[in-house]
């Protein structure tokens, strides 16, 4: 089982439509959490973090459940620019390598 | 500023060749990290460097790749006996220190044929 799993999509979105996706984690001592957006042929970027409260970035907003191991991406009012794949990332409490889910494909349409 | 970069940005070699993938990482950032991507898939870790040391290479998968950083800035990923297998797209990151936000260069496309 791969540590950290996400729904490969593509979730095919209507532009100015709301998109929510999950990925879990199988370590329990992960102890930091991101999304990073990956555009075709192109290097991941930091999207954002994840926090314990939940947290918003403008349209985005991150919810962790530590309980079930699980880590969500909203967006809302989508855009035709935030087609890409978007990455779960998980670090753990020892070392600093991030440990990257297989990603998930959104595609936004007019 | 100038971001994290990478040489060369595509490589086909042939099986059983050797390869050297450059990683030039932002200026002051005392973290390196190597990371391989498969198609369809999520990067993953190759190998850490703090300062000149290796910290972790743990993600190396066999004794044909190793990599250096002797002056604590440029790394060099070397793989050895090149496998089709080991066609990937190679991501070096940089960070400030341990822990701190990993900035990733555009990567290496290597093709073995």
């Known amino acids: 089982r791969k540590e950290v799993e996400q729904d490969?999509?593509?979730?095919?979105?209507?532009?100015?439509?709301?998109?929510?996706?999950?990925c879990t984690y199988s370590n329990s001592a992960s102890q930091s959490f991101f999304w990073y957006r990956q555009d075709c042929r192109k290097e991941p970027k930091l999207l954002m973090s994840v926090y314990s409260s939940g947290n918003e970035d403008g349209r985005?907003?991150?919810?962790?459940?530590?309980?079930?191991?699980y880590i969500s991406l909203l967006i809302r009012d989508s855009k035709l620019s935030d087609?890409?794949?978007?990455?779960c990332v998980v670090l753990k409490a020892a070392g600093n390598k991030l440990t990257?889910?297989?990603?998930?494909?959104?595609?936004?349409k007019p | 500023g100038a971001g994290v970069s990478q040489t060369p940005s595509n490589k086909?070699?042939?099986?059983g060749k050797y390869v050297e993938l450059r990683c030039?990482?932002?200026?002051?950032h005392t973290a390196l990290y190597w990371?391989?991507?498969?198609l369809g898939q999520g990067p993953e870790f190759l190998i850490y460097f703090q300062g000149t040391g290796a910290a972790d290479d743990s993600g190396l998968p066999n004794d044909r790749f190793f990599a250096v950083r002797p002056e604590g800035s440029v790394s060099t990923l070397k793989i050895q006996r090149t496998e089709r297998?080991?066609?990937?797209?190679?991501?070096?990151?940089?960070?400030?220190?341990?822990?701190?936000?990993?900035f990733f260069g555009p990567g290496t496309r290597l093709t073995v044929l």
């Open chain 1, 83 to 87: 087609s890409a794949t978007y990455l």
């Open chain 1, 60 to 69: 985005f907003t991150a919810q962790l459940n530590r309980a079930s191991q």
């Open chain 2, 35 to 38: 990371y391989r991507q498969s």
């Open chain 2, 24 to 28: 030039d990482p932002i200026s002051g």
């Open chain 1, 100 to 108: 990257f889910g297989g990603g998930t494909r959104v595609l936004v």
């Open chain 1, 8 to 22: 490969p999509g593509p979730f095919n979105v209507p532009e100015g439509a709301t998109v929510a996706f999950n």
């Open chain 2, 85 to 102: 297998g080991d066609s990937a797209v190679y991501l070096c990151a940089s960070s400030l220190g341990a822990y701190n936000e990993q």
């Open chain 2, 12 to 15: 086909v070699t042939e099986k």
